[in-house]
């Protein structure tokens, strides 16, 4: 008998149009700053989701932006949106990995990853993609999760299955050695050590009230329609309630 495959964490996702980032807006901003990101700047948004960040860059600062996804049905959920809301002229939404990138060297005045690198088995030819891309004197800023002292075996095992990662997490000077051997300079490093409470608002806030009821409702007809949603839906992931006294968030920038 076949065995059934079970939804992964990120296709659940991409089937209700989500995507997030520990730290929401507030870190998204801080990023912005530090990249000297203003009206006119070309951005790459790295692992784009379903755009989220591109929308937020073209709108309200002005700024030109590609965004680059492995997942088709991300990028649909992004380009939908693009349309929606007349920005097609400022963003384009391309399949890419982003440790081989379709782009020439010195490209982009900042490049952009929040969440993505973490889940990449090589890092450090990420890192080095991202540097090749960006224009010399540009910036690349990245919120990644760190791990904000060492976690117990629970702790570790409990995260990596939440959030379905191969390795483990990195910590903050390992994140700061790997940018450095990618070329990058001047670097800043702000560890963030979130409430469970503080980051649930966070993420409520970069949620618009018609993405929760959608993402809801998709759930639900899910639950109904797919044995392999409720199949990972019923699996049992309990994440222990000091999760984030050992696991965090990094605030990561470097200039070219």
């Given at each position: 008998?076949?065995?059934?495959?079970?939804?992964?964490?990120?296709?659940?996702?991409?089937?209700?149009?989500?995507?997030?980032?520990?730290?929401?807006?507030?870190?998204?901003?801080?990023?912005?700053?530090?990249?000297?990101?203003?009206?006119?700047?070309?951005?790459?948004?790295?692992?784009?989701?379903?755009?989220?960040?591109?929308?937020?860059?073209?709108?309200?600062?002005?700024?030109?932006?590609?965004?680059?996804?492995?997942?088709?049905?991300?990028?649909?959920?992004?380009?939908?949106?693009?349309?929606?809301?007349?920005?097609?002229?400022?963003?384009?939404?391309?399949?890419?990995?982003?440790?081989?990138?379709?782009?020439?060297?010195?490209?982009?005045?900042?490049?952009?990853?929040?969440?993505?690198?973490?889940?990449?088995?090589?890092?450090?030819?990420a890192l080095k993609e991202y540097a090749r891309v960006v224009k010399k004197n540009g910036y690349v800023g990245m919120n990644e999760e760190i791990?904000?002292?060492?976690?117990?075996?629970?702790?570790?095992?409990?995260?990596?299955?939440?959030?379905?990662?191969?390795?483990?997490?990195?910590y903050e000077k390992e994140w700061i050695d790997l940018m450095k051997k990618s070329g990058l300079k001047e670097i800043i490093s702000r560890p963030c050590k979130p409430k469970v409470l503080e980051q649930m608002w966070a993420e409520i806030?970069?949620?618009?009230?018609?993405?929760?009821?959608?993402?809801?409702?998709?759930?639900?007809?899910?639950?109904?329609?797919?044995?392999?949603?409720?199949?990972?839906?019923?699996?049992?992931?309990?994440?222990?309630?000091?999760?984030?006294?050992?696991?965090?968030?990094?605030?990561?920038?470097?200039?070219?």
């Amino acid at each position: 008998m076949r065995r059934m495959k079970e939804m992964t964490y990120f296709e659940l996702h991409s089937a209700v149009g989500i995507t997030k980032h520990m730290g929401g807006y507030k870190a998204t901003n801080e990023i912005i700053e530090l990249c000297k990101i203003k009206k006119g700047s070309y951005v790459l948004d790295v692992g784009c989701g379903v755009g989220k960040t591109s929308w937020y860059l073209a709108k309200k600062f002005g700024c030109r932006v590609i965004g680059i996804d492995l997942s088709e049905k991300m990028l649909e959920w992004a380009r939908k949106r693009t349309k929606d809301c007349g920005l097609e002229d400022k963003i384009e939404f391309i399949k890419a990995d982003a440790t081989k990138m379709p782009f020439k060297k010195n490209t982009f005045d900042a490049v952009i990853v929040q969440s993505v690198t973490t889940f990449i088995p090589d890092k450090q030819k990420a890192l080095k993609e991202y540097a090749r891309v960006v224009k010399k004197n540009g910036y690349v800023g990245m919120n990644e999760e760190i791990w904000i002292k060492k976690p117990t075996t629970k702790i570790e095992c409990a995260v990596k299955e939440a959030i379905e990662i191969k390795t483990s997490l990195l910590y903050e000077k390992e994140w700061i050695d790997l940018m450095k051997k990618s070329g990058l300079k001047e670097i800043i490093s702000r560890p963030c050590k979130p409430k469970v409470l503080e980051q649930m608002w966070a993420e409520i806030k970069w949620f618009e009230l018609k993405e929760m009821v959608r993402a809801t409702y998709l759930m639900i007809k899910l639950f109904i329609t797919s044995k392999s949603f409720r199949k990972y839906a019923m699996k049992k992931r309990k994440t222990p309630l000091n999760v984030f006294d050992y696991m965090g968030y990094g605030i990561f920038v470097g200039k070219k």
